[in-house]
């Protein structure tokens, strides 16, 4: 059973342009993306999607040059990107995790795969279909199958562009699965879309990366604990509507 990270990424961000090859300690957001989510056990591999648009060849070239592997598709409709990449890779499990999510938590990737592999029966495993945890720890989990059934019968344009809607608006045909945490974290948002979210993410990233190593969900919330201040830069955005 194959199970691929599939990584939603483009450069034509509105609000931050060409913010996941903004620098963080020296690299570009997308590689921490990446590095973290290779700590994750249970991913086999990792798979960049990104449009086929002029306006992503700088990213394809990075992706080239650092020996990533991608996939180029519909700019619009990214479910079709989707199932595009997990069909030329040969996935049986997709973890769906964007690009601008530079403190994605590789034990929440493990363990609702964990919860996909222990239980053989949900068609989608996911920690957003009631918010606990962080928004920028997103994590979706989908079985090809029930990714095909999405491809071939998603007819909104939402449904198109946002991938999942279509499975987890008829759970009268999918079986879906909510994983929360165990304390609620919604209120934090560590997402990068605005200059906001980077000015953030910017100072988590001089307090706590070190080369080579990845600092935990935990160490941040220490980090918000010392520096409440911290929640007051980006609390005031509102995230995009589907």
Known sequence: MNKVVI???RLGSTRLPAKIL???SGKPVLYH????IKKAKL????????TDLDNDEPLVEYLRENKIYYYRGSSDDVLSRYYEAAFQYKADIIIRITSDCPLIDPEVIDSIIKIYLE???YDYVSNTIMRTFPRGLDVELLTFAALKKSFYGAEQKSEREHVTPYI?????IFNV????SKTDLSYLRWTLDTPEDYQLIKVIYDSLYKEGEIFTTEEVLTLFHNLPELIEINKHIEQKKL
């Open 7 to 9: 990584v939603q990424a």
């Open 119 to 121: 239980n053989n029966k």
């Open 177 to 180: 699965f909510n994983f929360a």
């Open 22 to 24: 903004k620098d963080l």
């Open 33 to 36: 993306v990446l590095e973290r």
């Open 43 to 50: 991913v086999d591999d990792i798979v960049v999607a990104t």
């Open 168 to 172: 987890y608006n008829n759970r009268e």
